[in-house]
């Protein structure tokens, strides 16, 4: 091997698709990669290897990921671009085919085997000829997992298990990912602290259910006290961390003593990220989401009961496989009803090998579109109503730096919105430096963001 290219294999761009929990497998390829010598490039025109870090959830995002594949691959003709590489979730679920589909990757890495990319690089730039790593489907990081972190320097993403003990009808992660492995509370907390020295002060946990925490090490090992409660009691306790987000609480899993945890807590965030999915009972069952409409609304007037300020985001399927016009019209009552701060919405897309992608009564793509409209519509002016409440009230904020929009602002996020999911507050008055959490008296509300003033 030239000394020419043992130059430029140090260059990499990595782009990673998909959720936060795909994101950190990114940064642990990105920390794997520096500390081998690798110069980590921002602009891919400069890079000789690209690794696009996949997201094979639904469609649209195994079609974002394919497109984005074949656009790094241009650049094999009029780049420096000599290795790409195909990792994440994408590439596990279709393997050989993927490899069949697209000749313009070099090598294809498993969402098992990314914490090897270092060796799976140096081996395919000595000449070795396999292109494919996917062994295993799920790789657990350790504490003393090498990690960059790719967010601002005051907050970090903090991925507490891998795969997933439900089976809704329509998901296909434990097909990807496989079952519920969690990392025991004192590597997590480990790792919180780490991140915490390092200049972190939000850390957002993120699994694919919080709630189903810790029940895999309690049935390998009776005596392990690992749980969703117990975590975040250490976490509150022992990180450092001046707020802790949680996303993806499953209803099913909140309980009385997790909600008065939070409410008694300073930095355990007052905000609730549930993907309900459907309110309807018959809908709920056909998802297999075990849980019913009457359980949904006990858990939420738990919350509300409790923490009156609380933040409730979620997210509904509409179009599922025989969802009637009765049964979309008790979501949309539903929505009126509960009022929630932030709901997202996804159409159905039907994914192989999944129970509801061989159900019949499949709904026609232009109904979905149509419901997806109303369900949106619906929910924005109470989203704007939720946030002219806030007008004249003064709310912590984190500031993140200077706005996007114009040099002019800056911009943060008050507890109740999540990074990249939920809106922003412009700060036009006052100046504070990034990861400062302020005093921000609100002025003004807007569909999705809020304008205010530092006091």
């Not at 690798?38 to 974002?64: H, S």
């Not at 504490?143 to 009808?169: D, M």
């Not at 749980?227 to 009691?233: A, D, F, G, M, V």
């Not at 932030?342 to 159409?347: D, S």
Request: with cysteine.
């Amino acid at each position: 091997m030239s000394d020419q290219t043992i130059e430029n294999k140090k260059k990499v761009h990595i782009i990673s698709l998909g959720c936060p929990k795909n994101l950190v497998d990114s940064e642990i390829m990105y920390g794997t990669l520096q500390n081998k010598g690798y110069d980590l490039v921002k602009d891919q025109a400069e890079a000789d290897t690209i690794i696009v870090n996949t997201c094979g959830f639904i469609e649209d995002a195994k079609e974002e990921s394919i497109n984005t594949v074949l656009g790094a691959a241009k650049l094999k003709a009029s780049g420096n671009l000599k290795k790409l590489v195909v990792a994440g979730c994408l590439t596990q679920r279709y393997k050989d085919d993927l490899v069949e589909g697209l000749p313009e990757a070099d090598l294809f890495v498993g969402s098992g085997q990314f914490q090897n990319i270092d060796d799976i690089l140096e081996k395919a730039y000595k000449g070795e000829k396999k292109k494919t790593y996917f062994n295993l489907p799920t790789y657990l990081q350790e504490e003393s997992t090498p990690r960059l972190n790719s967010q601002f320097s005051h907050r970090a993403y903090l991925k507490i298990s891998e795969g997933c003990k439900k089976r809704c009808a329509f998901c296909a992660i434990p097909l990807i990912r496989g079952n519920l492995q969690s990392r025991k509370v004192e590597n997590v907390v480990s790792e919180a602290k780490l991140l915490v020295a390092g200049g972190v002060r939000e850390l957002i946990v993120i699994s694919h259910d919080f709630t189903d925490y810790g029940w895999d090490l309690k049935k390998k090992d009776p005596s392990r006290t690992d749980s969703p409660y117990n975590l975040l009691k250490e976490l509150s306790d022992k990180s450092g961390a001046d707020w802790i987000r949680v996303l993806y609480l499953y209803p099913d899993g909140i309980d009385e003593k997790m909600i008065q945890l939070i409410k008694e807590r300073d930095n355990l965030v007052n905000y609730f990220d549930m993907p309900l999915q459907h309110i309807n009972n018959e809908m709920l069952k056909t998802m297999n989401r075990r849980v019913t409409k009457e359980q949904i609304v006990k858990c939420l007037e738990l919350i509300r009961s409790e923490i009156p300020d609380a933040v409730v985001r979620t997210q509904f399927i509409v179009g599922y496989p025989g969802e009637t016009e009765a049964q979309f019209e008790e979501l949309l009552e539903f929505i009126k009803e509960q009022k929630f701060d932030r709901v997202g919405a996804f159409q159905y897309s039907v994914e192989e090998n999944t129970k509801a992608g061989t159900l019949p009564n499949q709904i026609d793509e232009a109904v979905k579109q149509e419901r997806y409209d109303r369900l949106m519509s619906l929910q924005k002016p109470i989203s704007k109503e939720k946030h002219k409440v806030l007008i004249d009230k003064v709310l912590p904020v984190i500031v993140d730096g200077v706005s996007e929009e114009t040099e002019l602002l800056l911009q943060g996020r008050y507890a109740g919105q999540a990074p990249d999911i939920d809106g922003i507050v412009y700060i036009n008055e006052g100046q504070a430096k990034q990861g400062e959490i302020i005093d921000v008296k609100i002025t003004e509300s807007h569909d999705y963001d809020l304008v205010g003033s530092i006091i």
